[in-house]
């Protein structure tokens, strides 16, 4: 058997193992990053339901009261109108 040099016999020629590590860190990059992007697309979101009722203590509902929720950190504000059965949703 011939010697090949300090080379295995078996092992692929240096640009084909150095193409399939660059490759390999291609894929493993995109991966990455495209799992790094899904992680910070989420965020918190909620909402808030609710009544408008008689403040004289009767307990009925009020149809057609705008409702103002504002963020106290940023100063934006929405608005919503209850609806004839006196309840509102913020979503």
Known sequence: MQSTGSLNRWSPPFSARRAALS???VIFLSLMLTMGSSVFAQS???GL???V???SGGGSLVPGVEITLTNEETGAARSTVSNEEGEYAFT
Do not use: F, L, M, T
């Open 23 to 25: 490759s390999v860190i």
């Open 44 to 46: 918190y979101q909620g």
């Open 49 to 51: 339901r609710g009544a």
């Open 53 to 55: 009722s008689d403040a």
